[in-house]
């Protein structure tokens, strides 16, 4: 009976354990399209900064007057903003996050400081003694632009002062529900997008293109820093949306295992006891 006992127990508990993973299943489902919904939001004035700014960058009285825009030859240091969760519990997204970080910078052979944006990536690039010279946790599920303005503040700051040569960013990029990619994006310096034929002689710039151009730069680097954190959030509860969906799997399949032996252990005892009660009825009657 002490057997029987624990399996029930074990069961029970599994089963608290598969609604909580089922509670935060669709709580994550919840964060992730309002994630998503956010991103798409900001897409049209994203794609209209790249497009001025490509149309600026394209005229030859204007190449070279930015100090965004102008690349180092020999870069000697470089810089990147690492962006992870600040929980767990999302599969394998931290880790990768982290491999891919950890395996650029090596790649690279420069020294490198570190802009850690959300404790798991902190924790890891202190363990392995990087040069975090900034650190940004408790972004929260919803953050707005201007929460995110100072990680653009210090990158900018840091490549036109010349502390460093080169940032990028790293970040989970959202591609589907099950799939997200950790990838490396160069963010200064501005490499701007090929200009449309054509799209230059629409604008008139006022006051001169120099001066605008001037000015959307950095705008151009704070909107994509924002979006890449963007979907950062949205991979980090896809990706934990699937693992609680795993685990509650897997405590459905156990919870079956589970049942079947308390059956076996309950069958059995009532054969012992049956067994127990016909031998006690036969010596009673010898």
Known sequence: MAN????????????????ITRAMEMIAASKMRKAQERGLA???????ITQVIASLAAMPQEQGTNSLLTGREQP?????????????????????MNRKTASFILGEGLPASVVAVGRKGLEFMRRTSQDVVAEFTNLGDKPSLLQTLPISRIVIDDFTSGKVDAVYLAYARFVSTAVQTPVIQRLLPVTPAPATPGLVAEYLFEPRATEVLSALLPRFVEMQVYHAILES???????????????????????????????????????????DIIGGAAALTQ
């Open 4 to 19: 029987i006992r624990l399996i029930r127990r074990r069961i029970r508990g599994i089963r608290s354990i598969a609604k």
């Open 42 to 48: 900001g897409r049209p004035y994203s794609e209209k």
């Open 76 to 96: 000697k240091r470089i810089a990147v903003v690492h962006i992870t969760p600040d929980r767990g519990l999302s599969g394998g997204l931290v880790s990768s």
């Open 233 to 275: 959030i949205a991979s980090e509860q896809s990706a934990r949306m699937m693992a609680m969906r795993n685990a509650t799997d897997n405590a459905e399949d156990l919870i079956s295992d589970l049942t079947l032996v308390y059956n076996k252990a309950r069958q059995e005892s009532i054969t012992t006891e049956l067994l």
